[in-house]
T-cell receptor
Framework: KQEVTQIPAALSVPEGENLVLNCSFTDSAIYNLQWFRQDPGKGLTSLLLIQSSQREQTSGRLNASLDKSSGRSTLYIAASQPGDSATYLCAVEYTGANNLFFGTGTRLTVIP | KAGVTQTPRYLIKTRGQQVTLSCSPISGHRSVSWYQQTPGQGLQFLFEYFSETQRNKGNFPGRFSGRQFSNSRSEMNVSTLELGDSALYLC????????????FGPGTRLLVL
């Protein structure tokens, strides 16, 4: 079964801290992995997409890495801000599938 | 360029009724996917339409159906609503090519009483 797991489920950090969110997946035959942000009651905002041939992607204070062999991805957020408070979801597109398998998310709270 | 739009944003129905949700993709996108988000099950894939054809389908009962029009707009229908169908329904659009980013709409929140 193709599963995606995110740890921790919730995380609270003081403003300014660097933090890492984790995502693991059971099948290494992936096309890509995507990180999303979801604010309460809202849709999803795509943050970063890593192709299966890539090891990492960066956008501003965000850096996502991908290790297919170990079935893991991390999202690194530098110098966290209160505006970063949201639920972060990772999603995997497996080979042969035209849909995303989502993790359960990590709810991040950045305390001013 | 306008983003993905979904209508209505909120909906209240009673058990046994049916409901139709609408999704307009980003201009030029030919693929529309539908997802259900619930607190217990998280985000689960319902189905994907590409050029008016269902290309992929998740593990949901036949009460859940969809279609796509020639302008790429998509509708999702749920018949004989159950309490467990209460959820946030999200649609996502993309070009339809593999390994392309999917862009999500704001969702339709359905409450079944």
């Amino acid at each position: 079964k193709q599963e995606v797991t995110q740890i921790p489920a919730a995380l609270s950090v003081p403003e300014g801290e660097n933090l890492v969110l984790n995502c693991s997946f059971t099948d290494s035959a992936i096309y890509n992995l995507q990180w999303f942000r979801q604010d309460p009651g809202k849709g999803l905002t795509s943050l970063l997409l890593i192709q299966s041939s890539q090891r990492e992607q960066t956008s501003g204070r965000l850096n996502a890495s991908l290790d297919k062999s170990s079935g893991r991805s991390t999202l690194y957020i530098a110098a966290s801000q209160p505006g970063d408070s949201a639920t972060y979801l990772c999603a995997v597109e497996y080979t042969g599938a035209n849909n995303l398998f989502f993790g359960t998310g990590t709810r991040l709270t950045v305390i001013p | 360029k306008a983003g993905v739009t979904q209508t209505p944003r909120y909906l209240i129905k009673t058990r046994g009724q049916q409901v139709t949700l609408s999704c307009s993709p980003i201009s030029g996108h030919r693929s529309v996917s539908w997802y259900q988000q619930t607190p217990g099950q998280g985000l689960q894939f319902l189905f994907e339409y590409f050029s008016e054809t269902q290309r992929n389908k998740g593990n949901f009962p036949g009460r859940f159906s969809g279609r796509q029009f020639s302008n790429s707009r998509s509708e999702m229908n749920v018949s004989t609503l159950e309490l467990g169908d209460s959820a946030l329904y999200l649609c996502a659009s993309s070009s339809g090519d593999l390994q392309e980013t999917q862009y999500f709409g704001p969702g339709t929140r359905l409450l079944v009483l």
